[in-house]
């Protein structure tokens, strides 16, 4: 009974706080208050639990403190850990250095031959990843010359060239893996045995990575084939090598890198945080705010290989198909360190995603790629504001690419309302090169926008997967090849519409493959939109609309690369509009428009490329790559019955202040009728002046102002441009202003297939700070108890 009673007054103390605490230099035996935090998140768990069983009537915030909190187990959040009466559960760092790791740190690095340092780390420790420094070591490895070199079949690959004795006469090529980097494949495969000139590798992989398409032996690029994971071929600087049943761990370091003081980690974990519920009874409204998510690894392909298709997608069992189209319906996803599935409005804000070695996060995946089982069924999920690199896998992979991601059994398993937004992607899927910064399979209702990608080996963005094959009616070119003997020809349409690619800036993509695009489609999305973003140096494609592609809109978009700027793969690829794009390459047609440089696009064109990536606002303090050449307003001048009219943009996300207009005509004088001094965030206005003769003669004009924002003064001079018809946006006028309404054609998607708007009942609570409070199919409170609703789109908002 005395236990009981302590345990309920200790209840009661937590529930009147709503406020716990977490430090490294905690102890589990706490309380959880601001002077006597828990150790570990997993403390805090169990107390946010039974404050959420207990009713909640206010918020709970788990406040961690900076350090490294090493997990041994993923972090499983239910519905147990969900808020609650339209409160929220907040895990939030209470500054930049609270980091969730999955890693083993090393230490006691002592120096061997050759340069080689190693470490003593616990006997049967597994992993594929060591990070130095803060990034990924390549495995210990040697290159292949040529893979033509080669004789492939079913059990293995032989060699008749003397240069390749090697291979038998090294130390560990037995149990080592060979790595084939091709056109939109990174593929590996183990070695089981080597002599007599035969490379016999581990089975069913190896058959597996020889038949379909840009396979190991018939390849429709080259980018590189070597072997590797055994010491003796450690003998450049970055690499490792893990010896787990001597317990033993080698790197050879780089110039500068002092192993006495760098941080090591090994990534043994594979999952840090699982959010999963039930259909029926999901997780729902958490936020993470802020937290770091680093050193985890992925071991399937140490024993299995990695059969890669394609964006983290991969023949995963282990079993011998009658033909490669057998395989398709059953393929894997890569796993993320932070997995979502039968999971409600849930955020991650703020915060890094670095030295993962898998996938970064995972939202509604299917259940191979989820550590509960649970895949699928993620509904208003955000990812905003992080930082992402050295992730080896997908950094975000939004959606599954089973049946049951395509034709779900239930509206429960639809991923939807997905939000992926003012994300940094740099130097991204490192050791798996073919995966990519975002891709969404199937999903509706969900937006990609201003995002920051460079440096990326492969496509930037990829929206859908199937190749046409899982559209009703199904594809021409899949009967051929033969896959509906394995799997349905669909009379319905899949699941993906109504999304939305928006003002993303992507360049340095394509490093490393062919094959790939700046913006990559697949399969047909009925009123999906790709709008406003700049792409450029690079060699790959602007837009590539693959096979299927069906029913997109693609306009206004700035695609500066030297590849081809729309390509078309021509099989079941329709029906998608191109309106107002702008590119390198190719003549202007059809409203699409040649530019050498952004400055020689119109105002909207300008204004995509300058708010293209994190938006103006957010910018500060990150380490954005916008070119910092670009104007941040535009001045066009028109003139129409003795009256011209000046109209002045605002690209920028705060007001331009102190205005001045000036504008001479030639052989007339100029009688201002309105002339504004200050234009809003993200608008524009108009001066007007009447000619004195009544006439338009050639005139030229001048704007200078302040760029609030920036503090930056500026100065631009007029352009001759066909003024925007109607009433101008009502833009931002200060921080935290409306949402714009952009001139041009409406980027807003079709309302002909949005479920109806609803609306909440007068008596629910008011959402807390980051909680949604509206849009369509929202049932949930309107207001906010912090901040105002903002809203990111016809479907989703915020409490800002």
Request: hydrophobic share 30%; net charge neutral.
């Amino acid at each position: 009974m005395r236990v009981q009673q302590l345990l309920l007054l200790w209840l009661g103390s937590l529930a009147s706080a709503a406020d716990l605490y977490v430090s490294p230099n905690g102890s589990d035996s706490n309380d959880g208050s601001t002077s006597s935090p828990f150790k570990t998140l997993t403390k805090a768990q169990s107390a946010v639990r039974s404050l959420v069983s207990g009713g909640m009537n206010q918020d709970v915030t788990v406040h961690i403190a900076n350090g490294v909190y090493a997990f041994t187990a993923p972090l499983v959040f239910t519905s147990a850990d969900s808020g609650r009466n339209g409160r929220t559960v907040y895990w939030k760092a209470d500054s930049t250095g609270a980091t969730i790791s999955g890693g083993l740190r090393v230490t006691g690095w002592t120096q061997g031959n050759n340069g080689v340092y190693s470490a003593s780390v616990p006997s049967g420790t597994k992993s594929r990843n060591l990070y130095v420094g803060g990034k990924a070591s390549n495995y210990a490895r040697r290159k292949l010359a040529n893979r033509k070199d080669f004789t492939y079949t079913q059990t293995g690959m032989s060699w008749s060239n003397g240069q390749y004795d090697w291979l038998q006469n090294t130390a560990g090529i037995a149990g080592a893996e060979i790595r084939f980097i091709s056109s939109f494949t990174d593929r590996y495969a183990p070695i089981q045995s080597v002599s007599n000139r035969q490379l016999v590798m581990v089975q069913n992989s190896w058959r597996n990575n020889i038949i379909g398409y840009d396979t190991v032996n018939n390849n429709n690029a080259e980018f590189g084939v070597w072997v590797q994971n055994a010491l003796a071929l450690l003998t450049e600087g970055g690499q490792f090598y893990l010896d787990s049943n001597a317990g033993r761990v080698y790197y050879r370091p780089l110039n500068g890198e002092n192993m006495a003081t760098i941080e090591t980690y090994l990534g043994v974990q594979e999952c840090l945080i699982a959010v999963a519920g039930t259909y029926s009874d999901p997780a729902h409204d958490i936020v993470f705010s802020g937290l770091n998510y680093a050193h985890t690894t992925w071991m399937t392909p140490a024993t299995s290989g990695y059969v890669d298709q394609q964006t983290g997608a991969y023949i995963g069992e282990n079993v011998v198909y009658p033909q490669f189209e057998a395989a398709r319906p059953k393929w894997y996803q890569m796993p993320s360190a932070i997995q979502i599935s039968a999971a409600r409005n849930i955020l991650f804000t703020g915060g890094s995603y670095t030295q993962l070695g898998g996938g970064g996060v995972g939202i509604g995946n299917d259940n191979n790629a989820h550590y509960t089982g649970v895949g699928l069924g993620a509904k208003n999920v955000t990812v905003t504001e992080g930082y992402f690199t050295q992730v080896m896998g997908n950094s975000i992979t939004g959606g599954g690419v089973q049946a049951p991601a395509h034709h779900p059994e239930n509206s429960n398993m639809i991923n939807s309302q997905l939000v992926i937004s003012n994300n940094i992607f740099t130097n991204v899927s490192a050791l798996f090169s073919s995966t990519v910064p975002i891709l969404v399979t199937y999903v509706q209702y969900s937006q990609i926008s201003h995002n920051d990608l460079y440096q990326v080996p492969y496509s930037g963005i990829c929206h859908g997967y199937g190749w046409g094959s899982n559209d009703a009616g199904g594809s021409s070119e899949y009967e051929r090849r033969g896959l509906y003997n394995y799997q349905p020809k669909y009379s319905t349409p899949t699941v993906s519409q109504n999304n939305l690619v928006e003002a993303n800036l992507l360049h340095q993509y394509g490093l490393s493959h062919t094959d790939l695009g700046a913006l990559y489609t697949l399969s047909k999305s009925p009123s999906t939109q790709v709008v406003e973003n700049y792409a450029y140096d690079s060699g790959g494609f602007g837009m590539y609309t693959d096979e299927g592609s069906n029913s997109y809109a693609i306009l206004r978009n700035v695609l500066l690369s030297n590849g081809i700027w729309s390509a078309v793969n021509g099989v079941n690829t329709a029906n998608n509009s191109y309106i107002d794009n702008w590119y390198k390459t190719g003549s202007s047609r059809d409203r699409n428009y040649q530019a050498q440089s952004v400055g020689q696009t119109s105002a909207l064109g300008q204004r995509a490329a300058y708010r293209a990536g994190v938006t103006p606002g957010k910018r500060a303090g990150r380490p954005v790559t916008n070119p910092t050449n670009l104007a941040d307003g535009y001045l066009g001048m028109s003139c129409n019955g003795g009256t011209l009219t000046l109209t002045f943009w605002n690209f920028d996300d705060l007001p331009f202040s102190n205005v001045r207009f000036s504008a001479t005509a030639n052989g007339a004088s100029l009688t201002p009728s309105n002339v504004p001094n200050r234009v809003n965030g993200d608008t524009w206005t108009q001066a007007t002046y009447r000619v004195s003769n009544g006439q338009c003669p050639s005139f030229s004009a001048q704007v200078q102002y302040t760029n609030t924002r920036t503090g930056n003064g500026g100065s631009l001079n007029g352009v001759n441009a066909t003024p925007p018809s109607g009433s101008p946006p009502p833009g931002n006028g200060d921080p935290g202003g409306p949402s714009v309404t952009q001139p041009g054609p409406s980027t807003s998607l079709s309302t002909s297939t949005r479920p109806p708007t609803t609306t909440s009942s007068a008596s629910q609570p008011c959402s807390s700070l980051y909680g949604q409070c509206g849009g369509l199919d929202w049932t949930g409170p309107t207001c906010c108890s912090q901040g105002s609703c903002k809203f990111s789109n016809d479907w989703y908002s915020q409490c800002l």
